[in-house]
Nanobody, 125 residues
Framework: HVQLVESGGGSVQAGGSLRLTCVASISAYSMACMGWFRQAPGKEREGVGVIYTGGGTAVYADSVKGRFTISTDNARNTLYLQMNSLKPEDSAMYYC???????????????????WGQGTQVTVS
């Protein structure tokens, strides 16, 4: 049984903040590759950031560096994406994903790799 459930999306004004949550019902969460991805209408899914829950630092796409922060609460199998200084171009469906090491790069995680949640919508106006 594997399930990832995202929450925390919503509609905010440019410059605002949101925190997304991913509750991951997977084994060995504390040794997992966890990532956040997003997809806007008509565009390909793109990586936002990836973190190794076993102690690695998060790696982010250039478009979100300095604005987004990934963190993990391993005791609760929960991944977070803190999104600050939001821009209209950040509007997308945001997905949580899980895999196991070796972790791939933020831009090298295909949709058929690992496990994915159903997404949570973020709209920035």
């Amino acid at each position: 049984h594997v399930q990832l459930v995202e929450s925390g999306g919503g509609s905010v004004q440019a410059g605002g903040s949101l925190r997304l949550t991913c509750v991951a019902s997977i084994s060995a969460y504390s040794m997992a590759c966890m990532g956040w991805f997003r997809q806007a209408p008509g565009k390909e899914r793109e990586g936002v950031g990836v973190i190794y829950t076993g102690g690695g630092t998060a790696v982010y796409a250039d478009s979100v560096k300095g604005r987004f922060t990934i963190s993990t609460d391993n005791a609760r199998n929960t991944l977070y994406l803190q999104m600050n200084s939001l821009k209209p171009e950040d509007s997308a469906m945001y997905y949580c994903a899980a895999d196991y090491p070796p972790c791939v790069g933020v831009g090298d995680w295909p949709v058929d790799l690992g496990y994915w949640g159903q997404g949570t919508q973020v709209t920035v106006s």
